[in-house]
């Protein structure tokens, strides 16, 4: 009934779905997305290197019309912005920044501390062995005061620790933790504090669905608040599926974050189309599978079916009705792709599948789930 409904309320239905194999929205030529949510939060968007170089003209135009906010896909993660110990590459950054403030966005810097994407040097001295806690403090120091410095005043916010806390709730076992202890995480906000005394910083998080883990992440964030420690927001990533999880389970963890006194901010929204494939640690080939397992788990190789575009859309709009409901509370929400190709979700955890989480197609045509989005803003007005 309540897909029924909707559906013969999306401008695309009464449209050519006939003869465009995906079901493409054609009302947005008329309104932008970062104008419907102009009076709540940033709408803001993760770029990749090609995107960043101009490699994409009809991204460009996509980027420039919807959103207010980047966030660096990749670009600014220690294994790209610092590959080895006395080399930064600052080539690709400086063109972001420099796009960003070309269209007057929101500049996130994402991220300088994090146990993914950070090379194992970062962690050694040059016989190998495993670093102190003051010459990796020294390190981390070094590299948050070298980036984060060069872009002073540019970058408005940091995703200054990202997945600190384990499903368990207490501190993941990584290095940062093994090495210096505990306190690695106030030292990051104390280094980039330092660096730019007026930027925004943030911790960064995933599956707060976890009970443990939410209570966890709860938890170091009172410490910090407790130590003094320089902190505006709360990320929530934001990597969800169609079915998964329950609106009132994300709800009720959006309240028990509420009541800390920082932002809340979704930073990194995909919805994925597909089915749910429990993450190993190693990521599989989708080739690796038999026929009927490719099938199940990758049932839309060539396009999104109209039901599936609508379920997409639905999912969508009930999700930001909610951010909505929470506005006060919420200062952005960043998707994590402009569209589906370039989404990460096509490659983790199973490689060489075919997922549509964003609001774009591949050919970066608006899909019914934009629709529904700005829908959901123009609708909340009334
Ligand atoms: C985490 C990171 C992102 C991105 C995604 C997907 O959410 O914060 O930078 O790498 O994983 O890979």
Redesign the pocket.
């Known amino acids: 009934m309540r897909i029924l409904k909707k559906i013969s309320a999306l401008p695309f239905f009464s449209n050519s779905f006939n003869i465009v194999p995906e079901a493409v929205s054609t009302d947005i030529e008329k309104s932008a997305l970062k104008e419907a949510y102009k009076n709540y939060f940033y709408i803001g968007v993760?770029l990749s290197l090609d995107q960043i170089l101009g490699k994409e003209p009809k991204t460009i135009e996509v980027l420039e019309k919807h959103f207010n906010s980047i966030t660096p896909?990749?670009i600014l993660?220690w294994e790209e912005v610092h590959p080895e110990l006395n080399r930064y590459n600052f080539e690709a950054v400086d063109r972001f920044v420099a796009l960003g403030e070309k269209f007057k966005m929101h500049i996130i810097g994402?991220?300088l501390v994090?146990h993914?994407?950070t090379p194992d040097w970062v962690f050694r001295d040059e016989a190998g062995n495993l670093l102190n806690r003051e010459a990796l403090l020294q390190r981390m120091k070094d590299h948050i005061f070298t980036v984060v410095g060069r872009y002073k005043g540019r970058i408005r916010g940091w995703?200054v620790v990202?997945?600190a806390i384990a499903e368990n709730g207490q501190l993941r076992k990584s290095k940062w933790f093994e090495i210096i202890g505990e306190d690695f995480i106030v030292k990051a906000f104390e280094y980039a504090h330092q660096a730019d005394p007026d930027a925004e910083l943030y911790y960064?998080e995933?599956d707060y669905e976890i009970k443990p883990k939410c209570e966890g992440v709860i938890r170091l964030i009172k410490t910090l608040k407790s130590k003094g420690v320089h902190l505006d927001g709360v990320g929530i990533?934001g990597?969800w599926f169609i079915e998964w999880p329950d609106i009132k389970d994300i709800e009720s963890y959006i309240e028990a974050l509420s009541s800390l006194d920082v932002n809340l901010m979704v930073?990194?929204l995909d919805i994925s189309a597909l089915p749910f494939y429990a993450v190993d640690s190693k990521v599989v080939d989708i080739s690796s599978f038999n026929n009927e397992l490719q099938k199940k788990h990758n049932p839309y190789p060539d396009f999104l079916p109209v039901v599936a575009q609508i379920n997409l859309a639905n999912r969508y709009a009930d999700l930001f009705k909610m951010f909505l409901k929470h506005k006060e509370k919420f200062s952005r929400v960043t998707f994590?792709a402009v569209h589906d190709e370039q989404s990460?979700r096509n490659y983790?955890p199973i490689k060489g599948r075919t997922d549509h989480p964003m609001l774009f197609d591949r050919n970066c045509r608006p899909k019914p789930a934009l629709d529904a989005v700005i829908k959901s803003a123009q609708e909340w007005k009334k």
Request: aromatic fraction near 20%.
């Open positions: 993760a896909e990749n993660k994402h991220t994090w993914l994407q995703d990202n997945e960064n995933y990533q990597h930073t990194e994590w990460w983790i």
